[in-house]
């Protein structure tokens, strides 16, 4: 290896990481930092990298790219992990290895390295998603080569070599952070018992402090993508914006969870996911006006293989992009816009409605007086799906069961 481009956060990790690089393997590292909506940090951490000893530091923003190319297809499949998980981390992790091989290609790398460890998920995604975008690429991975053991090894590494170390106490738990999510997970949160600590979320209000009034949310789509809030066309980024501080005001999309991980253990994490959350319900909602309903049945039955393998890392794998696309055909009909009601950590949906596209039809379900349905077609339909249960219940009772 001549150079590696190193996925950079700016933490202790990652910072000890670039300099055990350079150090062990005598090469450059370019420092890439993607900005997917975690805050402030980007442009700090690009000027620390280059501080610590990066030959290059790249901060780029892939926001757009992040919502767009990753968070809205999983919305139109309305993928959730085991139940609960809306999979803000698994879907980061795409769009970030894909701006590592672009830097790696522009740079003239050929290698790019990571801080995942060796007990997670991550290291699966970055490195899956890695070679498929570019088979020859490298893999350095610290966290599985070197002696460094735990936080205290690592701090003691940075005071070695002179990498500053963050001054404030470190929490009891670990963060990643996206437009569309925040995770936590480790330390204190380890114990599947304990509950998280007081003042832990970063994005949602405590339900139980929320504002006393609920609050109106109008979400329309078109082709099954979020297109307007309220009325307001808006731009991707902008629109997870703006629900997220919806749903943040109201404490909503806090999940608790006991998952299980690709590599075969149990993991314990909370997410806060406020405007995913709005959005997957809203979603939902006018879906149950547009699809058909073998189409909506189907599509049910291969959410948790599409949410599989977005977690285990196979995000440009051929099963899931053709999946993709199944799963983006049947959006065409998904036009029209749902109402939802948020109040202290809740999501309900009131109302949903599309003007061209609804299969709902108040002629036919309307228990008033209709000319369109004849309610003695039930007797014969009944009759035939009851025939095999007649068939056997024939035999067992002559059979004296």
């Given at each position: 290896?001549?150079?590696?481009?190193?996925?950079?956060?700016?933490?202790?990790?990652?910072?000890?990481?670039?300099?055990?690089?350079?150090?062990?393997?005598?090469v450059?590292?370019?420092a890439?930092?993607?900005?997917?909506?975690?805050?402030?940090?980007?442009?700090?951490?690009?000027?620390?990298?280059?501080?610590?000893?990066?030959?290059?530091?790249?901060?780029?923003?892939?926001?757009?790219?992040?919502?767009?190319?990753?968070?809205?297809?999983a919305?139109r499949?309305?993928?959730?992990?085991?139940?609960?998980?809306?999979?803000?981390?698994?879907?980061?992790?795409?769009?970030?290895?894909?701006?590592?091989?672009?830097?790696?290609?522009?740079?003239?790398?050929?290698?790019?390295?990571?801080?995942?460890?060796?007990?997670?998920?991550?290291?699966?995604?970055?490195?899956?998603?890695?070679?498929?975008?570019?088979?020859?690429?490298?893999?350095?991975?610290?966290?599985?080569?070197?002696?460094?053991?735990?936080?205290?090894?690592?701090?003691?590494?940075?005071?070695?070599?002179?990498?500053?170390?963050?001054?404030?106490?470190?929490?009891?738990?670990?963060?990643?952070?996206?437009?569309?999510?925040?995770?936590?997970?480790?330390?204190?949160?380890?114990?599947?018992?304990?509950?998280?600590?007081?003042?832990?979320f970063?994005?949602?209000?405590?339900?139980?402090?929320?504002?006393?009034?609920?609050?109106?949310?109008?979400?329309?789509?078109?082709?099954?993508?979020?297109?307007?809030?309220?009325?307001?066309?808006?731009?991707?980024?902008?629109?997870?914006?703006?629900?997220?501080?919806?749903?943040?005001?109201?404490?909503?999309?806090?999940?608790?969870?006991?998952?299980?991980?690709?590599?075969?253990?149990?993991?314990?994490?909370?997410?806060?996911?406020?405007?995913?959350?709005?959005?997957?319900?809203a979603?939902?909602?006018?879906?149950?006006?547009?699809?058909?309903?073998?189409?909506?049945?189907?599509?049910?039955?291969?959410?948790?293989?599409?949410?599989?393998?977005?977690?285990?890392?196979?995000?440009?794998?051929?099963?899931?992009?053709?999946?993709?696309a199944?799963?983006?055909?049947?959006?065409?009909?998904?036009?029209?816009?749902?109402r939802?009601?948020?109040?202290?950590?809740?999501?309900?949906?009131?109302?949903?409605?599309?003007?061209?596209?609804?299969?709902?039809?108040?002629?036919?379900?309307?228990?008033?007086?209709?000319?369109?349905?004849?309610?003695?077609?039930?007797?014969?339909?009944?009759?035939?799906?009851?025939?095999?249960?007649?068939?056997?219940?024939?035999?067992?009772?002559?059979?004296?069961?």
């Amino acid at each position: 290896m001549k150079r590696v481009v190193l996925a950079y956060s700016g933490g202790l990790d990652t910072s000890i990481i670039l300099k055990w690089i350079a150090e062990t393997y005598g090469v450059e590292v370019v420092a890439y930092t993607a900005d997917v909506g975690q805050g402030e940090e980007v442009e700090e951490a690009r000027t620390k990298a280059l501080a610590t000893g990066a030959v290059e530091a790249i901060a780029e923003d892939l926001r757009e790219e992040f919502v767009v190319d990753c968070v809205f297809p999983a919305l139109r499949a309305n993928a959730i992990y085991e139940g609960y998980y809306l999979l803000g981390t698994s879907l980061a992790r795409p769009v970030i290895a894909k701006g590592m091989v672009r830097a790696a290609e522009a740079t003239g790398a050929d290698a790019v390295a990571h801080g995942a460890t060796g007990k997670g998920n991550d290291q699966v995604r970055f490195e899956l998603s890695a070679y498929a975008l570019k088979p020859d690429i490298k893999i350095v991975a610290p966290w599985r080569e070197w002696d460094l053991r735990g936080r205290a090894d690592l701090v003691a590494y940075a005071e070695r070599h002179g990498i500053p170390v963050p001054v404030t106490p470190e929490r009891p738990y670990s963060t990643d952070a996206n437009l569309l999510h925040v995770s936590y997970e480790g330390g204190v949160l380890e114990d599947p018992w304990a509950a998280p600590p007081p003042g832990m979320f970063q994005r949602t209000t405590d339900p139980e402090r929320a504002p006393d009034e609920a609050e109106e949310v109008v979400v329309s789509f078109e082709r099954g993508t979020p297109v307007a809030v309220n009325g307001e066309e808006l731009g991707p980024v902008d629109l997870l914006t703006r629900v997220n501080e919806i749903g943040g005001r109201h404490g909503v999309g806090r999940v608790d969870i006991v998952e299980n991980r690709f590599i075969g253990m149990k993991s314990r994490g909370v997410y806060e996911t406020p405007g995913g959350t709005i959005l997957f319900h809203a979603h939902k909602a006018v879906e149950s006006i547009t699809l058909d309903r073998e189409v909506q049945h189907l599509r049910d039955e291969l959410v948790p293989r599409y949410a599989e393998m977005v977690y285990n890392g196979f995000w440009y794998a051929p099963e899931r992009e053709a999946l993709q696309a199944f799963m983006d055909s049947i959006q065409e009909r998904v036009n029209g816009e749902a109402r939802l009601r948020v109040y202290k950590g809740g999501v309900t949906v009131e109302g949903r409605r599309s003007d061209r596209d609804t299969l709902y039809d108040h002629a036919t379900v309307t228990f008033e007086a209709d000319d369109v349905y004849e309610q003695a077609d039930a007797s014969g339909f009944i009759r035939l799906q009851a025939l095999r249960l007649r068939s056997l219940a024939e035999k067992r009772l002559g059979e004296g069961e």
